[in-house]
């Protein structure tokens, strides 16, 4: 058996050479593909589709906008308004913010006659105190529906889940 000098790792003899164990990159990429694609899939057919994740988005938006209504009104001391067409699915916040919802969503205003802009449009106006005009906005899509609903004394806004009628 011949002798290897300083520790040195010998040939394989033969000339056949061994390929390193292990996975590569490319394969190692397609796996966390996949999974990603199969969890985008479970998560869609749990939330009850695309239009599940619509309607969910739309309402948190809303809520978002309306707390930022209710803030802004605080902190510049000054009154500030939410305005929302159901008809036309648009939305307005101070501040230039405004936004759009998808036409296949059904959107309810429920508030104070006396604030409505124009026909058809509904508003919300919150005061320096944080308190507001109160009202609530339901969004709904085929048999389920969320209620953003802001009270009148506190300004609070709440988001929850609620159940379309038949």
């Given at each position: 058996?011949?002798?290897?000098?300083?520790?040195?790792?010998?040939?394989?003899?033969?000339?056949?050479?061994?390929?390193?164990?292990?996975?590569?990159?490319?394969?190692?990429?397609?796996?966390?593909?996949?999974?990603?694609?199969?969890?985008?899939l479970?998560?869609?057919?749990?939330?009850?589709?695309?239009?599940?994740?619509?309607?969910?988005?739309?309402?948190?938006?809303?809520?978002?906008?309306?707390?930022?209504?209710?803030?802004?009104?605080?902190?510049?001391?000054?009154?500030?308004?939410?305005?929302?067409?159901?008809?036309?699915?648009?939305?307005?916040?101070?501040?230039?913010?405004?936004?759009?919802i998808?036409?296949?969503?059904?959107?309810?205003?429920?508030?104070?006659?006396?604030?409505?802009?124009s026909?058809?449009?509904?508003?919300?106006?919150?005061?320096?105190?944080?308190?507001?005009?109160?009202?609530?906005?339901?969004?709904?899509?085929?048999?389920?529906?969320?209620?953003?609903?802001?009270?009148?004394?506190?300004?609070?806004?709440?988001?929850?889940?609620?159940?379309?009628?038949?």
């Amino acid at each position: 058996m011949p002798c290897h000098r300083h520790g040195s790792i010998p040939e394989p003899t033969g000339g056949a050479r061994r390929r390193a164990s292990g996975v590569s990159l490319l394969e190692m990429l397609l796996v966390v593909a996949l999974i990603a694609a199969a969890s985008l899939l479970a998560a869609a057919a749990f939330s009850g589709g695309v239009g599940g994740m619509q309607l969910r988005s739309s309402a948190k938006e809303i809520a978002a906008q309306l707390r930022y209504t209710r803030t802004q009104a605080i902190t510049t001391g000054e009154p500030q308004q939410f305005v929302i067409d159901p008809q036309a699915h648009t939305w307005q916040a101070p501040n230039g913010r405004s936004g759009e919802i998808p036409a296949d969503l059904g959107v309810v205003f429920i508030g104070a006659r006396q604030l409505q802009p124009s026909a058809g449009e509904g508003a919300i106006r919150f005061f320096a105190d944080g308190a507001s005009t109160g009202g609530r906005v339901q969004i709904s899509l085929k048999d389920a529906m969320w209620n953003i609903d802001v009270a009148w004394l506190t300004g609070q806004v709440k988001l929850r889940r609620a159940e379309a009628a038949p």
